[in-house]
């Protein structure tokens, strides 16, 4: 069971990126919630957005509230996570994760993609 993030990369400041995280093999995970967490260089992981297995639960954090929204194509079984208005401050490593509820605690999601590198430029 993998999970794939894509979508990262190099964009300027005010500018907008959609990340995807697909599941390999395609069936596997579709009744797990996911999750997206980033860690910016030197610093913590943090909760960016999560959604439950139906994708009509979604949270957010405060920090991307407004700018960022969490959805889910159920029957790709791929999450999405679509960044409008990006800041130099939402630099960092995006990954994905799958667990069993929808959570904001990383504790929660047992399986884990490889991140994607998201660069905002001043």
């Known amino acids: 069971v993998q999970l794939q993030a894509s979508g990262g990369g190099l964009v300027q400041a005010g500018g907008s990126l959609r990340l995807s995280c697909a599941a390999s093999?395609?069936?596997?995970?579709?009744?797990?919630?996911r999750g997206w967490f980033r860690q910016a260089p030197g610093k913590e992981r943090e909760f960016v957005a999560a959604?439950?297995?139906?994708?009509?639960?979604?949270s957010v954090a405060d920090s991307v509230k407004g700018r960022f929204t969490v959805s889910r194509d159920v029957a790709k079984n791929t999450m999405y996570l679509q960044m409008n208005s990006l800041k130099p401050e939402d630099t960092a490593v995006y990954y994905c994760?799958?667990?069993?509820?929808?959570?904001?605690?990383?504790?929660?999601?047992?399986?884990w993609g490889q991140g994607t590198l998201v660069t905002v430029s001043s």
């Open positions: 994760a799958a667990g069993p509820k929808s959570s904001s605690d990383g504790e929660d999601f047992r399986y």
């Open positions: 093999p395609r069936r596997t995970l579709s009744s797990f919630a």
């Open positions: 959604i439950n297995w139906r994708g009509d639960g979604t």
